[in-house]
């Protein structure tokens, strides 16, 4: 059984040197000087003061939720696409009122403006 | 016999992954460390011929929940300038408590070993064939368990409403 | 492959309230942002469809989707009590939450939730109709964003909610875990038959079950959340979650605790009863130190929770068809007095201080005097339905041998006249006030609300053997799993 995933595993590997190796890459050849007024936060040129951290949006954390709830909903189709065939029009008919029931959702999200970053 | 060096190897990228959680001091670094013990738990499911527990192990919780966990943790790390913000976030009696509670577990995972029937778990765990396959947990999924199945969409719908009421910018479209 | 049979027929109301939400949401998508006040009248449609296939669907018990929900009476009893509240949801929420379809379709699925925990005889649907129930609780919660109080309590709700659901459903694995089975009747009959793998894991089963739902009636100790949730909530939103939470969690105990898992053999018996007492005794004393109207209803709520539990400790058919009587009694008095509350403030509670009813009667005398008939219902004056209700309580408690819990009961009644009186005689006090902190009108769907509350409250109250009759088929239903 076990080897019907070794493609699977050959593509993880395939991903994971990439990814190692282009970082490793970068940190090797690049250039490096950093000093102080490079690492600082950017404030127009004012010197800041105090505790500053860079800006992070709140939108990212909705983008997040959005990702994981449609995410859900895509696992649920991997074993029905498994089953397709034997589950046949009773299959076919549970699947479309989930994605209904979903797809509505969806459309909602999509007028409010939850795809967009900018209102 | 294959098998065997699979398990060595996901047991031990586990391990390596759990301990990185624990002792990373930047918490970027403890979520990434987290990813890895996800994605060698999916190894280990995959193992245990429970195929949709290793496709969801990898897809939801190394994917979606991970990157929620990032972007949380990108989140309260904003405003700080260091990572190892001494103690900021540590809990009273912080290491007693993880320290008994995980002694607890110990004790229990232990008991639970040394009294283990081996032999007919061994059994039970072939005797299903294709148990926890993606088409036996598919089977359930759509006939047995329609009902929740299908509820299970209403709860997916009621975060996609929630998430976008509670998440909007206020003021934005409310005026 | 075996299909389930799925009969539409035992999912009908849950059914139309899950289609009235989805065309709610799909009208929204071509309305422009913030015109969706007449989805409100929607909602109340749905309501009212789900409320008007509640008797056609008496005449014949249903099972669908292979056994895993029954429309049985109890289920219809129940799901009557929770679509009356639903409906004070969309009456109330017009003036204080600006409903759009985003507030229509959360109530709705709430109360589909509170519908499944009630008719659900399979574990995994109990479960997913609990979140179904609270998740868009959480939301409703905190609909008011601008406000602080509103925020605060959506954020408590979900930790102290999310947390309660965790220790729900780990009672449920435990139910599971000793007897291989999902379906009630077959973890019934595994019990009856001592096919459990180990008896200690029913017992910390069923315990955690309890506890799980007693989070949600909000029991003592289990009831920290209450008090701000309610008070930061907005009020429409309040009255509903009250009443259909309490109602949906009474039906999901009844099945999971009394007729699944037989008291003589699992004993939850005894952590129910001290709940109740503790609840009896602690929501009684605490309501008596509130001076804001939605905390001390709050408090009400919590103490009338426990004369709820005492039903179910009495173990019997005669305590499960009081029970239900006084849910249905909880509803109307309850929701009459949080309409009372709701008419009485405008977008920013300003009817939420007692000391503000003062005089109230020479201003708002019908107001005033509605609030008083709920006020002395909840105190459990005859002849409102609050005294039968309580009478049934107390009946099934001693005839099971309950005598303790029939003190707290008598006990907890006597504390809380005070808590209840001392409004009414505020509301008649002549103040030389003028000036009232109350917006001048309300909205006509609120005193439809209070109008509708205060019929079944004399009702029931003067002819209480309309409602036993059918109770006692829906008992005989339950039973006869």
Same mark, same amino acid.
């Given at each position: 059984m076990l080897t019907s995933y070794f493609p699977i595993a050959l593509y993880f590997l395939v991903a994971v040197v990439i990814g190692v190796g282009v970082l490793g890459a970068s940190r090797v050849m690049g250039p490096r000087k950093p000093n102080a007024a490079k690492l600082q936060t950017y404030e127009c040129g004012v010197t800041p003061e105090g505790e500053v951290g860079p800006r992070f949006s709140v939108k990212f954390y909705l983008v997040a939720m959005l990702f994981m709830i449609f995410d859900v909903e895509a696992v649920s189709f991997y074993p029905w696409a498994v089953l397709m065939h034997q589950l046949r029009l009773f299959g076919l008919l549970e699947m479309a009122l989930f994605v209904l029931v979903l797809g509505i959702g969806y459309a909602y999200v999509w007028k409010r403006g939850g795809f967009q970053w900018q209102e | 016999?294959?098998?065997?060096?699979?398990?060595?190897?996901?047991?031990?990228?586990?391990?390596?992954?759990?301990?990185?959680?624990?002792?990373?001091?930047?918490?970027?670094?403890?979520?990434?460390?987290?990813?890895?013990?996800?994605?060698?738990?999916?190894?280990?499911?995959?193992?245990?011929?429970?195929?949709?527990?290793?496709?969801?192990?990898?897809?939801?919780?190394?994917?979606?929940?991970?990157?929620?966990?990032?972007?949380?943790?990108?989140?309260?790390?904003?405003?700080?300038?260091?990572?190892?913000?001494?103690?900021?976030?540590?809990?009273?009696?912080?290491?007693?408590?993880?320290?008994?509670?995980?002694?607890?577990?110990?004790?229990?995972?232990?008991?639970?070993?040394?009294g283990a029937d081996w032999m007919s778990s061994l059994a039970a765990t072939n005797a299903g064939g294709s148990f926890g396959s993606i088409a036996a947990f598919g089977t359930a999924l759509f006939t047995k368990y329609l009902l929740p199945f299908e509820l299970t969409a209403v709860v997916l719908l009621v975060a996609v409403i929630g998430v976008i009421f509670l998440g909007r910018e206020h003021g934005a479209t409310r005026k | 492959?075996?299909?389930?049979?799925?009969?539409?027929?035992?999912?009908?109301?849950?059914?139309?309230?899950?289609?009235?939400?989805?065309?709610?949401?799909?009208?929204?998508?071509?309305?422009?942002?913030?015109?969706?006040?007449?989805?409100?009248?929607?909602?109340?449609? #749905?309501?009212?469809?789900?409320?008007?296939?509640?008797?056609?669907?008496?005449?014949?018990?249903?099972?669908?989707? #292979?056994?895993?929900?029954?429309?049985?009476?109890?289920?219809?009893?129940?799901?009557?009590?929770?679509?009356?509240?639903?409906?004070?949801?969309?009456?109330?929420?017009?003036?204080?939450?600006?409903? #759009?379809?985003?507030?229509v379709a959360l109530v709705l699925w709430a109360a589909l939730g509170m519908m499944v925990l009630t008719s659900a005889v399979e574990l995994l649907s109990i479960f997913l109709g609990l979140e179904v129930l609270s998740l868009p609780l959480y939301v409703l919660a905190g609909f008011r964003r601008d406000r602080t109080t509103s925020k605060e309590a959506a954020m408590k709700y979900l930790l102290m909610g999310a947390f309660s659901s965790g220790i729900f459903l780990y009672g449920l694995a435990f139910l599971y875990g000793a007897t291989g089975k999902v379906s009630l009747a077959s973890i019934q009959a595994a019990i009856l038959q001592n096919f459990t793998s180990h008896p200690l894991f029913l017992e910390i089963g069923a315990g955690l079950v309890a506890v799980g739902l007693a989070f949600k009636l909000a029991l003592v100790p289990f009831h920290q959340w209450v008090p701000d949730v309610y008070?930061?909530?907005?009020?429409?939103?309040?009255?509903?979650?009250?009443? #259909?939470?309490?109602?949906?969690?009474?039906?999901?105990?009844?099945?999971?605790?009394?007729?699944?898992?037989?008291?003589?053999?699992?004993?939850?018996?005894?952590?129910?009863?001290?709940?109740?007492?503790?609840?009896?005794?602690?929501?009684?004393?605490?309501?008596?130190?509130?001076?804001?109207?939605?905390?001390?209803?709050?408090?009400?709520?919590?103490?009338?929770?426990?004369?709820?539990?005492?039903?179910?400790?009495?173990?019997?058919?005669?305590g499960v068809g009081a029970g239900m009587f006084y849910v249905v009694a909880y509803a109307f008095m309850n929701i009459g007095a949080f309409a009372v509350v709701a008419a009485l403030s405008g977008q920013n509670e300003e009817g939420a201080e007692i000391a503000s009813y003062r005089g109230l009667a020479y201003r708002r005398p019908w107001l005033a005097v509605s609030m008083t008939v709920f006020l002395l219902a909840l105190a459990s004056i005859p002849p409102l339905v609050g005294f039968p209700g309580k009478f049934y309580i107390l009946r099934a408690a001693v005839s099971s041998g309950g005598v303790l819990l029939a003190i707290a009961i008598v006990v907890g009644t006597m504390i809380s006249l005070y808590y209840y009186l001392r409004p009414v005689l505020l509301m008649f006090t002549h103040s030389e006030e003028t000036e009232s902190p109350f917006p001048a009108t309300a909205h006509w769907t609120a005193h439809v609300t209070v109008g509708v509350m205060l019929a079944g409250t004399l009702v029931l109250g003067i002819l209480p053997g309309l409602l036993t009759g059918p109770l006692q088929n829906a008992v005989h239903a339950i039973y006869g799993l």
């Amino acid at each position: 059984m076990l080897t019907s995933y070794f493609p699977i595993a050959l593509y993880f590997l395939v991903a994971v040197v990439i990814g190692v190796g282009v970082l490793g890459a970068s940190r090797v050849m690049g250039p490096r000087k950093p000093n102080a007024a490079k690492l600082q936060t950017y404030e127009c040129g004012v010197t800041p003061e105090g505790e500053v951290g860079p800006r992070f949006s709140v939108k990212f954390y909705l983008v997040a939720m959005l990702f994981m709830i449609f995410d859900v909903e895509a696992v649920s189709f991997y074993p029905w696409a498994v089953l397709m065939h034997q589950l046949r029009l009773f299959g076919l008919l549970e699947m479309a009122l989930f994605v209904l029931v979903l797809g509505i959702g969806y459309a909602y999200v999509w007028k409010r403006g939850g795809f967009q970053w900018q209102e | 016999m294959v098998s065997t060096v699979v398990f060595w190897l996901a047991a031990a990228v586990a391990i390596v992954g759990a301990g990185g959680v624990l002792l990373a001091k930047h918490p970027v670094h403890s979520a990434l460390s987290l990813v890895l013990n996800l994605a060698a738990l999916g190894v280990l499911f995959l193992l245990l011929h429970a195929e949709f527990l290793a496709v969801v192990e990898i897809l939801v919780y190394a994917g979606a929940v991970m990157v929620l966990f990032l972007f949380v943790v990108t989140l309260l790390m904003a405003g700080t300038k260091t990572p190892r913000d001494e103690g900021r976030f540590r809990l009273a009696y912080q290491y007693l408590l993880a320290g008994l509670f995980g002694l607890i577990l110990f004790v229990l995972v232990a008991h639970a070993l040394v009294g283990a029937d081996w032999m007919s778990s061994l059994a039970a765990t072939n005797a299903g064939g294709s148990f926890g396959s993606i088409a036996a947990f598919g089977t359930a999924l759509f006939t047995k368990y329609l009902l929740p199945f299908e509820l299970t969409a209403v709860v997916l719908l009621v975060a996609v409403i929630g998430v976008i009421f509670l998440g909007r910018e206020h003021g934005a479209t409310r005026k | 492959m075996n299909f389930p049979v799925i009969n539409p027929l035992s999912v009908l109301p849950e059914i139309i309230l899950l289609a009235t939400s989805i065309v709610a949401l799909f009208i929204a998508l071509f309305l422009p942002d913030r015109r969706g006040h007449q989805l409100n009248y929607l909602g109340l449609v #749905g309501v009212l469809a789900a409320i008007a296939v509640l008797p056609m669907l008496w005449a014949k018990v249903e099972v669908g989707f #292979g056994g895993a929900i029954v429309s049985d009476h109890f289920a219809l009893a129940m799901d009557a009590a929770i679509l009356v509240s639903a409906l004070a949801a969309f009456l109330l929420g017009l003036r204080e939450v600006e409903p #759009g379809a985003d507030y229509v379709a959360l109530v709705l699925w709430a109360a589909l939730g509170m519908m499944v925990l009630t008719s659900a005889v399979e574990l995994l649907s109990i479960f997913l109709g609990l979140e179904v129930l609270s998740l868009p609780l959480y939301v409703l919660a905190g609909f008011r964003r601008d406000r602080t109080t509103s925020k605060e309590a959506a954020m408590k709700y979900l930790l102290m909610g999310a947390f309660s659901s965790g220790i729900f459903l780990y009672g449920l694995a435990f139910l599971y875990g000793a007897t291989g089975k999902v379906s009630l009747a077959s973890i019934q009959a595994a019990i009856l038959q001592n096919f459990t793998s180990h008896p200690l894991f029913l017992e910390i089963g069923a315990g955690l079950v309890a506890v799980g739902l007693a989070f949600k009636l909000a029991l003592v100790p289990f009831h920290q959340w209450v008090p701000d949730v309610y008070e930061g909530s907005p009020t429409p939103v309040t009255a509903f979650m009250s009443v #259909g939470t309490k109602a949906a969690a009474f039906g999901a105990l009844v099945r999971i605790l009394t007729v699944a898992l037989p008291a003589g053999i699992v004993h939850w018996q005894p952590l129910i009863a001290f709940l109740a007492v503790l609840t009896l005794l602690f929501g009684n004393l605490a309501a008596l130190r509130q001076t804001n109207m939605k905390r001390m209803l709050a408090y009400s709520g919590i103490a009338q929770a426990g004369y709820l539990v005492v039903a179910i400790a009495a173990n019997s058919q005669m305590g499960v068809g009081a029970g239900m009587f006084y849910v249905v009694a909880y509803a109307f008095m309850n929701i009459g007095a949080f309409a009372v509350v709701a008419a009485l403030s405008g977008q920013n509670e300003e009817g939420a201080e007692i000391a503000s009813y003062r005089g109230l009667a020479y201003r708002r005398p019908w107001l005033a005097v509605s609030m008083t008939v709920f006020l002395l219902a909840l105190a459990s004056i005859p002849p409102l339905v609050g005294f039968p209700g309580k009478f049934y309580i107390l009946r099934a408690a001693v005839s099971s041998g309950g005598v303790l819990l029939a003190i707290a009961i008598v006990v907890g009644t006597m504390i809380s006249l005070y808590y209840y009186l001392r409004p009414v005689l505020l509301m008649f006090t002549h103040s030389e006030e003028t000036e009232s902190p109350f917006p001048a009108t309300a909205h006509w769907t609120a005193h439809v609300t209070v109008g509708v509350m205060l019929a079944g409250t004399l009702v029931l109250g003067i002819l209480p053997g309309l409602l036993t009759g059918p109770l006692q088929n829906a008992v005989h239903a339950i039973y006869g799993l």
